[in-house]
């Protein structure tokens, strides 16, 4: 499979989002009730990509209504900043999977290195098995 191109149009529109640590991801249901969640992410030539469980409920969401809108916020989830409206799309390419984890890596470092390593524990002591992450990839839009 053919990896995703990279956009460069709409690069400069997450520059509001540079310096900051989480994001507050907006999803809608059919309904077209907005949902609102903060979460790590990491941009990457002009994407930004999350990452999340394969359960998460903002999958769902965000694969039958792809439009998102994220902003900078708090880690409880108050927003800082300007809104960005974006179109998010559920990472299936094996490279940009790869973009996406590494770039996470990266700014997160030790801080996501233990905090998926304590929820990993608690799974295994739960006997629970070990879920592997699911990416989001998000594009600015006009």
């Known amino acids: 499979m053919a990896s995703t191109p990279r956009p460069t149009i709409h690069a400069h529109a997450f520059a509001a989002l540079t310096r900051a640590r989480e994001i507050s991801l907006t999803t809608f249901r059919k309904t077209g009730a907005p949902v609102a969640t903060p979460v790590w992410f990491a941009l990457d030539g002009g994407v930004i990509y999350i990452e999340t469980g394969p359960s998460a409920g903002k999958l769902k969401r965000i694969r039958h209504t792809p439009h998102v809108t994220v902003a900078p916020c708090t880690f409880s989830g108050n927003v800082t900043g300007p809104v960005i409206k974006g179109r998010a799309h559920v990472v299936t390419d094996a490279a940009e ?12 470092g030790w801080l996501r290195a233990g905090w998926y390593g304590l929820l990993d524990l608690l799974a295994r002591l739960r006997r629970r098995p070990v879920a592997d992450m699911v990416y989001v990839a998000i594009e600015a839009v006009d």
């Open 97 to 108: 999977r790869t973009r996406g984890q590494k770039a996470i890596a990266r700014k997160y």
